[in-house]
């Protein structure tokens, strides 16, 4: 998801587990990663390495939260949810 909209509540029970209807979810993690700057090479970099290192099982349940503009995030192509 790459958008500059608010997420709102129905977006936030689609993400967050604790909130979905699905009570079996409730359980599920949520693995979260930001940074508040514009243009951050370590998050670049960060995002670059979840890519490569962790299995697609857990890149679904993460979430990216950058300052960028979503036309920025997209630049770079990502397979991750940026917020």
Known sequence: MK??????????SRILPWLHNNSARHRDILLVVTDPRAKSTEL??????MVKGLPEKILDKTIVISADSPPEN?????SLNVL
């Open 3 to 12: 958008t500059d909209d608010a997420l709102g509540n129905q977006g936030a």
């Open 44 to 49: 670049r970099q960060a995002m670059k390495s």
């Open 74 to 78: 997209r630049r770079y192509g990502f």
